[in-house]
């Protein structure tokens, strides 16, 4: 069966500082990855996502994560981070099974930025 | 456009009594879904729909059952509330399309006590 490890359950940084929130998942298929934002007491957003074609992939607001397939990794990343960053990250994966309609998750790293 | 909408916010039940929680999404999506959120354990699903009429069970279904009546509505019960069902739950809808994402409500606070 599928899986998601995210290596960290949480990640103290300061601000400015650079970050990454690491995201390994288990399947032999292709695949379709996401990542997910959940600020305090809100749902989950979707902060980017890898389809296919370049493996670098964006966000509006400074991520990227970067699809490394020899490693099954979807890290995340942010070169300078700010108090607003503060929430939890959710890795998600869908996979052929059920037509990629269905997420399997990460259990969430909760990424705390100091001033 | 609201999106998805959770109905109640919050809620405290005591062991044994039931409940419905609504999920409503006004984006005409063909799927929808149903979470839980417990700490250190992400987001498991626990029922899902691929449309009007249609449930489906997904990783941890023991203790719900849903109701797809209208495309728009989902709806996920309790029969028999039990404190290991004390969580935050989550609804979400997706379109029919397999790369598009699931887009999330606002989540329902649970406690059974």
């Known amino acids: 069966a599928q899986s998601v490890t995210q290596l960290d359950s949480q990640v103290p940084v300061f601000e400015e500082a650079p970050v990454e929130l690491r995201c390994n998942y288990s399947?032999?298929?292709?695949?379709?990855l996401f990542w997910y934002v959940q600020y305090p007491n809100q749902g989950l957003q979707l902060l980017l996502k890898?389809?296919?074609?370049?493996?670098l992939v964006e966000s509006i607001n400074g991520f990227e994560a970067e699809f490394n397939k020899s490693q099954t990794s979807f890290h995340l990343r942010k070169p300078s981070v700010h108090i607003s960053d503060t929430a939890e990250y959710f890795c998600?994966?869908?996979?052929?099974?059920?037509?990629?309609?269905?997420?399997?998750f990460g259990a969430g790293t909760r990424l705390a930025v100091h001033p | 456009n609201a999106g998805v909408t959770q109905t109640p916010k919050f809620r405290v039940l005591k062991t044994g009594q039931s409940m419905t929680l609504l999920c409503a999404q006004d984006?005409?999506?063909?799927?929808m879904y149903w979470y839980r959120q417990d700490p250190g354990m992400g987001l498991r699903l626990i029922h899902y729909?691929?449309?009007?009429?249609?449930?489906a069970k997904g990783e941890v279904p023991d203790g719900y059952n849903v109701s797809r009546l209208k495309k728009q509505n989902f709806l996920l019960g309790l029969e028999s509330a039990a404190p290991s069902q004390t969580s935050v739950y989550f609804c979400?809808?997706?379109?029919?399309?397999?790369?598009?994402?699931?887009?999330f409500g606002p989540g329902t606070r649970l406690t059974v006590l």
């Open positions: 998600a994966v869908s996979t052929p099974s059920g037509g990629y309609n269905k997420l399997i």
């Open positions: 729909s691929v449309g009007e009429g249609t449930t």
């Open positions: 984006m005409n999506h063909e799927y």
């Open positions: 399947s032999s298929v292709s695949v379709y």
């Open positions: 979400a809808s997706k379109e029919a399309v397999s790369y598009n994402e699931q887009f």
């Open positions: 890898y389809l296919s074609g370049s493996t």
